[in-house]
């Protein structure tokens, strides 16, 4: 794969080091930056002051339930910005909620995948992430 940088949102250590494996074993070397709560993560795209943040991924992939902001809330802030509303975002949680899913594609979520439970299956759903957005997917040029 190319250079292009991924932004995991994820609080839960346990899922953080799950996904970092899963990219490595699925040979996805790409930059990860991982935000661990949704101040963080805004921090990183828009900078701590909002002029300018550090980092301009190819994808996001944005956990919901999330410490001092949650996911929808970070959702909401990216698609309100026009430096970030077209940046593909991927939910990727283990909500089950009926109400998340359809609070994620009302904000403009790209992307709503449940975190499989068996890791054979999580291996290749990270996979087909990979390949899809950061291979396949076109985005809008100038962003």
């Known amino acids: 794969m190319n250079a292009k ?5 994820e609080d839960n250590p346990d899922d953080e080091e799950l996904t ?7 040979h996805i070397s790409n930059a990860i930056t991982v935000a661990r ?8 795209l828009f900078g701590p002051d909002g002029q300018g943040g550090s980092i301009d991924p190819a994808v996001i992939l944005l956990d919901l339930k999330l410490p001092k902001v949650d996911g929808l809330e970070v959702l909401r802030r990216i698609r309100g910005d026009e ?15 009926e109400q998340d899913l359809i609070d994620s594609y009302s904000l403009g979520c790209n992307s709503y995948v449940r ?5 054979a299956e999580f291996l290749g759903a990270v996979r087909q992430l990979g390949l899809y957005w950061l291979l396949l997917n076109e985005q809008p040029s100038g962003r």
């Open 20 to 26: 970092l494996l899963a990219f490595e074993q699925n």
């Open 115 to 119: 975190k499989p439970v068996n890791f």
């Open 83 to 97: 430096r970030t509303r077209f940046l593909p975002v991927v939910i990727l949680t283990s909500s089950r909620e």
């Open 5 to 9: 940088t991924i932004l995991l949102v």
């Open 37 to 44: 709560d949704g101040v963080e993560a805004l921090d990183l």
